[in-house]
């Protein structure tokens, strides 16, 4: 049986999803604070251990956008300790490193090299970044300087609202640099893990992004974690000639390189 509907209580009932909408956006205006609340969460954890699924997009010469996707492991213990690991469709690669060796393995081609790197994981990123043009997966989350790498060049930075990845809640957070637009969804409540990460080119053509989703995030990393162990036969060689270890298969151009 159909009835007519009482407008005072539909204005009751809107008034009411209004009110719990402006709470909820209440609690998390403040872009730089909730980033601030996640960074220092992140470099209180001595130990952690993070999976992870990421996705590259690339540009063909003829301007078509083609995604990669590969998962992997990074295990840490501060300040001087890492292990990460990154298997795609073209690639399955391994980095240990100690505090004084860097050791790149690839075991489809079972090949590995090693680097005397000693210093922090903080001091090994910036590196093989600036040094060797490798950079680890989620590298900006693991410094240990994370608000301040993250927003230096930051010119605008807002809260989108709320969103949910894997099934948790989070606080959609979105930046912009000159050369990248980030955005970053950080779990709410009492541990702020940031669970996807996605930054834009805004310099190439075609805006190609990166986007890294963190699966787990636990403190336990096993004994012998930090010892690297080349497989029987595989072959030691310079770091020059360990060759398709990235995430992008080779002969892919993107529009950029064709300048």
Not at 42 to 65: P, Y
Not at 165 to 194: N, Q, S, Y
Request: with cysteine; charged share 25%; aromatic share 6%.
């Amino acid at each position: 049986m159909m009835t007519r509907a009482n407008p005072v209580r539909w204005v009751s009932i809107a008034s009411l999803c209004i009110l719990a909408t402006t709470s909820a956006r209440s609690q998390s205006t403040d872009p730089s604070a909730i980033l601030k609340k996640m960074s220092d969460y992140v470099t209180a954890q001595k130990s952690l251990s993070i999976t992870f699924d990421t996705d590259i997009e690339v540009l063909t010469s003829d301007l078509q956008k083609i995604q990669f996707a590969s998962s992997g492991q990074v295990q840490l213990n501060r300040p001087d300790n890492i292990r990460a690991t990154r298997v795609g469709g073209y690639s399955d690669v391994e980095m240990v490193f100690d505090g004084k060796t860097l050791s790149l393995n690839s075991k489809d081609q079972n090949k590995f090299a090693q680097l005397e790197v000693a210093g922090s994981v903080d001091q090994l990123i910036e590196t093989l970044r600036d040094k060797y043009a490798v950079a680890l997966p989620g590298a900006d989350l693991l410094l240990k300087r994370v608000f301040d790498e993250m927003m230096g060049d930051v010119v605008d930075a807002k809260t989108v609202g709320r969103g949910v990845v894997d099934g948790v809640e989070c606080d959609h957070l979105a930046f912009r640099t000159p050369d990248v637009d980030w955005k970053i969804w950080i779990a709410v409540g009492a541990e702020p893990i940031p669970r996807k990460y996605v930054i834009t080119s805004k310099a190439v053509t075609g805006a190609p992004q990166y986007t890294l989703r963190i699966r787990e995030w636990r403190n336990e990393i096993p004994n012998g974690a930090f010892v690297f162990h080349p497989a029987p036969g595989a072959a030691k060689v310079s770091l020059e000639k360990l060759e398709n270890i990235d995430e992008v298969p080779p002969g892919i151009v993107t529009a950029k390189d064709k300048k």
